[in-house]
């Protein structure tokens, strides 16, 4: 199952009607994903044109998702490197898992031109930007902030800061490579290098 669907199944509870299938799910994935590929830009991507192309029925796409803004952020995530899987063995492990998720869909982004033009759509898009926002941007801040929240409770970070700033300070290097500077260098080992640098002047002060 997608992640948006999942996201979606966990928020209104079982699903009513036929059965999920993840082959179909794939199909109409698949099928915007050939749609963007052949240079339809998204503002002309009908959901009927969506189920056209996958052979499925208009209703069939109605089912899993509650438009073409929810399909398509799924579609974007479908593209993506999946979410970190955190070691949680330290605050400074898990912050480098998901910095290093950001670097390599900074790669992807920059080697795969269909992964260019969706972000370049979306941000054109408030409808889609927003729902990608909500569905994505969201969980993934609140679960940064969580980790924070928990490396002040256990001694890796100062308690005297706003984690929610702090949280920019650690992301904000990384995005700003990836997205407002389409040329910088993302090494490997960049990940750990942002991580350590920001964490030297955060870590508590030993008595």
Not at 40 to 68: D, F, H, M, Q
Not at 167 to 194: C, H, K, V, W, Y
């Amino acid at each position: 199952m997608s992640g948006l669907a999942e996201s979606q199944r966990r928020q209104t509870g079982p699903v009513r009607g036929r059965p999920r299938s993840e082959a179909v799910e794939r199909s109409i994935i698949e099928a915007v994903i050939k749609l963007l590929e052949d240079g339809v830009p998204l503002a002309e991507l009908s959901i009927e044109r969506i189920a056209r192309t996958a052979g499925v029925g208009k209703a069939t796409i109605y089912r899993r998702w509650n438009g073409k803004e929810e399909l398509f952020v799924d579609v974007v995530r479908t593209a993506e490197p999946p979410d970190a899987e955190l070691p949680g063995t330290s605050m400074r492990d898990d912050l480098v898992a998901l910095l290093e998720q950001l670097r390599q869909r900074g790669l992807m982004t920059r080697s795969s031109a269909l992964l260019h033009s969706v972000f370049a759509q979306m941000k054109s898009s408030p409808k889609v930007w927003d729902a990608y926002h909500a569905i994505v941007v969201a969980p993934r801040r609140r679960k940064q902030v969580a980790i924070l929240r928990r490396g002040q409770a256990n001694g890796e970070l100062r308690t005297d800061i706003d984690v929610e700033l702090v949280n920019d300070l650690f992301i904000g290097p990384m995005l700003f490579r990836t997205i407002m500077q389409p040329n910088a260098a993302l090494p490997e080992g960049l990940s750990e290098q942002i991580v350590d640098t920001v964490l030297e002047g955060l870590r508590p002060v030993s008595s």
